[in-house]
């Protein structure tokens, strides 16, 4: 598979692990060599692993927390570093959100995520990608 497949790729399990609400899976994605940051819609950012991992506890062990869906989904990279550009659906809602991902022992990880909310449907509004 090429580059940008597998950062897609990587994209795409980030969303399932967050719909799953599988917190193993989501802590294997981070980073654990780079530096990573984590920026949730109305939170402040987020610098240190292990609290990036706790605000996912909090996140996907609510009840409460609504289902959320990836569209728009784009990706670029930059030699070692790629980022993916996309859209969550969150109960109609949308944010836009970036993935930054590092190439860490070869494999893409996330070294930084940030969502925050959108004003109106977006123009480029495409049908959901198939998650595998």
């Not at 193993?24 to 940051?37: I, K, N, S, T």
Request: aromatic letters at 8%; hydrophobic letters at 40%.
């Amino acid at each position: 598979m090429s580059d940008l497949a597998n950062v897609l790729s990587a994209n795409r399990a980030f969303y399932r692990a967050f719909a799953a609400r599988d917190l193993e899976a989501m802590a294997q994605l981070w980073a654990e060599d780079a530096p990573v940051a984590c920026v949730h819609p109305s939170w402040d950012a987020i610098r240190d692993r292990q609290a990036i991992i706790k605000s996912w506890r909090n996140i996907l062990g609510n009840p409460g927390s609504p289902p959320v869906l990836c569209k728009n989904e784009t990706a670029h990279v930059l030699g070692e570093v790629a980022y993916v550009l996309c859209h969550e659906v969150i109960e109609g809602s949308y944010l836009v959100a970036t993935n930054l991902f590092v190439r860490e022992r070869g494999r893409w990880k996330l070294a930084h995520h940030h969502a925050g909310p959108l004003a109106q449907t977006p123009e480029t509004d495409e049908p959901p990608p198939r998650l595998q």
